[in-house]
Every structure is written in structure tokens, then in C-alpha cells.
């Protein structure tokens, strides 16, 4: 008797476990999916940084970069992409911004859009703004 209600005991801990698989798998992926875009925005805002003032609205026009799922840069879209990076020129807007002309030689925004993607379709978009000052290079 004692045997048969240990067992029941167990079975009822064990479908509980059980019934929080899906959630937890959830959780997972969504923390592995936000450390992928950390790792781009930081690998992007580097690039960014390191180009000279002049050349920055070249190097976006390069965009999109392509991804893989552990935040690698590839060469070109494939099968192991996950990620979609658009880099774009994006809207001065600063806390006291009342001089534009002078704000955009010594400081430019871009926006950054990370698309997650799954096979052939985007399943979510995350977007980041990069603030890159004239360092006089």
C-alpha cells in the first residue's frame, strides 16, 4: 500500500515537471535569442566606431549584414543565417538639440533593425539606435 502511494506521489511531481518543459524551452530560446542581438549590436556598433566620420554613410549602405545563430558574422544569406542587421542614417534627435547643423558634424545616428529569421520567414524585428561622435578621423 505504502508502494502504491509513493508512486502516485512521484507520478503527480513527474507530470508536473513534465508540464513545464514547453515553458522553460520557451525561456531558453529567448535568452539564447537575446544574446545573439547583444553580440551583433555590440559587433555593428564596433565597425561603426572604427570607420572614419566620413565613411559612415558608405559602410551602412552596405547593409543588410547577415548572421548566424550564435551572432558570427557570415559572408552572404544561407542556410545557417538567423539574423538580418539593416544599418540606416536615422534622425538627429539629442536632448537640446537645437543647433542640427552643428550636432550632425560632430555626431551621427543610426538605426539598427535585427530581424530574426527561420528558414524563408522573419519571425520578429528588434530595433537599437547607435549614437557615433566625430572622433576626427
Do not use: H
Not at 539564447?32 to 553580440?39: C, I, N, P, S
Not at 549590436?41 to 565613411?55: N, Q, W, Y
Request: proline share 4%; charged share 20%; with cysteine.
Amino acid at each position: 500500500m505504502e508502494v502504491i502511494i509513493a508512486l502516485s506521489i512521484i507520478s503527480v511531481s513527474l507530470v508536473s515537471v513534465v508540464g513545464l518543459m514547453p515553458a522553460c524551452l520557451g525561456s531558453m530560446r529567448e535568452a539564447v535569442d537575446q544574446t545573439a542581438k547583444a553580440q551583433i549590436v555590440e559587433r555593428v556598433a564596433d565597425e561603426v566606431m572604427l570607420t572614419p566620420f566620413s565613411g559612415l554613410a558608405a559602410y551602412a549602405a552596405k547593409s543588410p549584414f547577415y548572421f548566424d545563430d550564435q551572432g558570427t558574422l557570415q559572408k552572404a544569406k544561407d542556410s545557417n543565417t538567423r539574423y538580418e542587421v539593416k544599418l540606416a542614417s536615422a534622425a538627429a534627435d539629442y536632448p537640446g538639440a537645437e543647433d542640427g547643423a552643428t550636432l550632425t558634424t560632430n555626431i551621427a545616428a543610426f538605426s539598427l533593425e535585427i530581424a530574426r529569421w527561420t528558414g524563408s520567414a522573419e519571425i520578429g524585428a528588434s530595433k537599437y539606435v547607435i549614437y557615433v561622435p566625430n572622433s576626427g578621423n
